[in-house]
């Protein structure tokens, strides 16, 4: 939600947020400031951000495209106002294909790059360049000739930037992918979120010394971004091979659509479960969940038929599923637990806290549960 969409691609649905216009603002004022003509100098900062957002779409839809070449799946493209995401499932994991994957966006913006600078070479005299650096800098007046070099340069740096060896950026996954195949997937990642985090600290400290906030940013940016990738990879380790089955709760406390929402109040007082399955003749029909609770209690009280409550729409998961897969869709979404149900029959839940403690337990312990490859 947030985010309306444009056009769909090879089926990837490519959307833009509802903060992206931010960018355009910020880009108007940038490129109006200091300008004799401000509109003029205005407009040219909101087409020159537009085509250097379609560029970071051909740059996301590289990187899909190889990513479902190689059996993974791409739910959408998102622009936002600092670039664009590409939400992926299942992500190739073996190191040519992620190599391949993690090449194609850069390769891209770079071809994009020199393709504009050569054509900018082919159009006007070499001094476009400097008259371009020289508008930029001092303010002279922005012709819509520079449309071309900028484009050239930002591609250019796009593809540089995003070529650095560390994780959340491209050159991360580049350079696990090729550690990965002189050690294993887990090491490798490790070492690769060891070099993001350290080019972060001295990014910080370059920001620092020259007082550079945009750097400091950057540096925080690119520190998060590193430490995620390396829990992610740790969760992911830990649950591979594992199944839905293996770590879900049977036969929890369930509640009858026509019962009061007190009824659910008593059992999450009486005991541990906070997540009530809402089942009629032994068929789920509905889910209440904490927050359902506490919300329904709020505005319609405790005499409250569930019913009117519960929720009607939820993600399910079979019992055969890959836990690691299930643990992505409920972080995804927000969700606290999901019911497990098999050929229409309520089986069980899964909640965070199964999730966790399956991951303690084979973390402390990797035999306690098997794994199926
Ligand atoms: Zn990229």
Known sequence: MGSLKLVTIKGIP??????????????????????????????????????????????????????????????????????????????????????????????????????????????????????????????????????????????????????????PMDGGRVLRAILATVMPYGRATALAVRVGQALAWMLGLLGLLGRDVFLILVALFVYAGATQEGRLVQLKTALAGLRVRQAYSHSPQAVHPEDPLSRAVDLMLEGFQSDFPVCEEGRLVGMLTRTGVLRGLREYGPQVPIHAVMQREFPIASPEDDLFDIQQQMSERGAEVVPVVDAGTFLGLLTRQDLEEAYRLVTAYPALLPRRR
């Not at 050239?152 to 650095?164: D, P, V």
Request: proline letters at 5%; a neutral charge.
């Open 14 to 167: 490519i959307r833009v947020h509802i903060t992206f216009p931010l960018i355009l603002l910020w880009a108007a004022v940038q490129f109006g400031r200091g300008q004799s003509n401000m509109w003029q100098g205005a407009l040219f900062g909101v087409a020159v951000t537009l085509l250097l957002f379609l560029c970071v779409v051909l740059h996301e839809l590289a990187h899909s495209l190889f990513a479902i070449q190689f059996g993974g799946r791409v739910n959408e493209i998102t622009l936002l106002p600092l670039g664009g995401v590409a939400q992926m499932e299942r992500l190739p994991d073996r190191p040519y294909q992620e190599l391949l994957m993690a090449l194609a966006g850069p390769v891209t913006s770079g071809i994009i790059g020199i393709g504009l600078a050569f054509l900018t070479l082919f159009l006007f005299p070499l001094r476009i360049w400097t008259d371009f650096l020289r508008a930029l800098s001092s303010g002279g007046t922005l012709s819509w000739s520079y449309l071309l070099p900028y484009l050239a340069i930002t591609n250019l740096f796009l593809a540089g930037f995003n070529l650095l060896p560390a994780f």
